[in-house]
């Protein structure tokens, strides 16, 4: 599957786009505020954008 980034609109880079499992939207690492540095993230547990963990915390 394609994933473009929800901030910037490209999908180029995609090795650095990261998908939320909340919304299913793609983010380059970099454009995603707060960044995410690619090397924090465990590919054994879920991501969640900022706008998904913001929801969550209502």
């Not at 299913?24 to 707060?34: K, M, Q």
């Amino acid at each position: 599957m394609h994933y473009i980034c929800s901030i910037c609109k490209s999908g180029l880079d995609e090795d650095h786009i990261i998908i939320c499992e909340g919304c299913d939207r793609g983010f380059h690492s970099n454009c995603h505020d707060p960044v995410v540095k690619l090397e924090t993230l465990n590919e054994d547990e879920p991501w969640n954008c900022k706008s998904c963990q913001l929801e969550a915390q209502l």
